[in-house]
């Protein structure tokens, strides 16, 4: 009776081992040429699962954006950037730069970031473009509307109203 005990623990075992059981919850991938039925080795990739709930977001950035962040990071302040996504709107989650390269691109002048974006509603997939807003401060500058600004053979003018009340062209 032992015996016939034993057999029926092993088999349960070795039953479990046919169950497919992923470690977390994700995105399944697709299946690589695998049916149900197909006998698969030990070690084979069945497909890829992934863990979107926070991404990476990769970008290029020039030099001089690069100083200020740095700085920014020295003095003890997170970077926060925002990702506009493909569709032009604003994702809800700030990102924080996490990484930047060693190395710059000397051939165009940029240094690579990284930056860490949660994806609370997995929105955001892996693959997926938009573009990154970096934050940089100005100081001593005036904002003009893009509206108010008019070109004349590769200048650009303003007009200025002053507190007199007289337009001024600059």
């Known amino acids: 009776m032992q015996k016939v005990k034993s057999e029926y623990e ?12 992923a470690p977390f919850a994700g995105i399944v991938g697709h299946f690589n040429d695998v049916w149900k039925g ?34 920014q990071a020295k003095s003890g302040r997170q970077v926060k950037v925002q990702l506009i996504m493909a569709n032009n709107e604003l994702f809800d989650v700030e990102g924080v730069i996490e990484t930047i390269e060693g ?20 929105l955001l997939r892996h693959g997926q473009t ?4 970096l934050s940089v401060p100005v100081k001593n500058a005036m904002l003009i509307p893009q509206s108010a ?4 053979k590769f200048l650009s003018c303003q007009v200025i109203l002053d507190n007199s009340t007289t337009c001024n062209v600059h």
Request: aromatic share 14%.
């Open 10 to 21: 092993l088999a349960k075992v070795q039953l479990g081992f046919t169950e497919i059981r």
């Open 38 to 71: 197909s006998l698969l080795d030990e070690g084979e990739l069945l497909n890829t699962l992934s863990d979107n709930s926070k991404l990476w977001v990769y970008f290029n950035v020039p030099e001089a954006e690069y100083i200020t962040c740095s700085k």
């Open 103 to 122: 190395d710059f691109n000397n051939e165009i002048g940029n240094i690579a970031f990284r930056a860490t974006f949660s994806n609370p509603d997995g």
């Open 130 to 133: 938009g573009n990154i807003l």
């Open 149 to 152: 600004t008019s070109y004349y």
